[in-house]
């Protein structure tokens, strides 16, 4: 079993649809979880966190945790077409050392 | 907002050539990070430092070095490169807050031909 598992899709929606990308992760220790956004050719960037179990929203993105399904989702409302990326899940692991580990991500599609 | 820099965008190499990446953040972050990234495979991690003249082997060591001398900054050192580390070389750095995520720099697109 991978230690942290995201379907590699794609996953397209139309323009203004919700797109809804999952994540499950294998170390019941985690305690933070990241989700990165990263464009073709360029570096991830942080776009949303989540500590607590339940529902962080932040404008149109809306992450959901539920630690005891080992689960995180992140939900976007009102998908634009410059939604269109790879999306990394990445759980924070047990040890203050700052390591995460990384899905290999969702690719989404946002057509027009 | 955090900075994470490194030396080149670009970078082309001949096979057995010593190659140096270097990252330079300016947060004061004690935990810095090598990965490298490739179609199909994702992110993986070779090293990384939890404070200064320390290191710990990350999922994929072998053929690289680190060198972490000054807080600030975190070399990965390609001893004698090959093709197959013809990849994207992305650094990274956080704080031991268990709430911060990782900072990436823009990432060094290596060629070694």
Redesign the interface.
């Known amino acids: 079993q991978k230690e942290v598992e995201q379907n590699s899709g794609p996953l397209s929606v139309p323009e203004g649809a919700i797109a809804s990308l999952n994540c499950t992760y294998s170390d019941r220790g985690s305690q933070s979880f990241f989700w990165y956004r990263q464009y073709s050719g360029k570096s991830p960037e942080l776009i949303m966190f989540i500590y607590s179990n339940g529902d962080k929203e932040d404008g149109r993105f809306t992450a959901q945790l539920n630690k005891a399904s080992q689960y995180v989702s992140l939900l976007i409302r009102d998908s634009q077409p410059s939604d269109s990326a790879t999306y990394l899940c990445a759980p924070r692991g047990s040890s203050n050392t700052g390591k995460l580990i990384f899905g290999q991500g969702t690719t989404l599609q946002v057509k027009p | 907002d955090v900075k994470v820099t490194q030396s080149s965008r670009y970078l082309v190499k001949r096979t057995g050539e010593k190659v140096f990446l270097e990252c330079v953040q300016d947060m004061d972050h004690?935990?810095m990070?090598w990965y490298r990234q490739d179609p199909g495979?994702?992110?993986r991690?070779i090293y990384?430092s939890?404070d200064v003249k320390m290191k710990?082997k990350g999922d994929i060591p072998e053929g690289y070095s680190v060198s972490r001398e000054k807080k600030e900054r975190f070399s990965l050192i390609l001893e004698s490169a090959s093709t197959n580390q013809t990849s994207m070389y992305?650094c990274a750095s956080?704080?031991?807050h268990?709430?911060?995520?990782?900072?990436?720099?823009?990432?060094t697109r290596l060629t070694v031909l």
């Open positions: 004690e935990n990070f495979l994702g992110l991690l990384f939890y710990e992305l956080s704080s031991t268990r709430t911060d995520t990782q900072y990436f720099g823009p990432g």
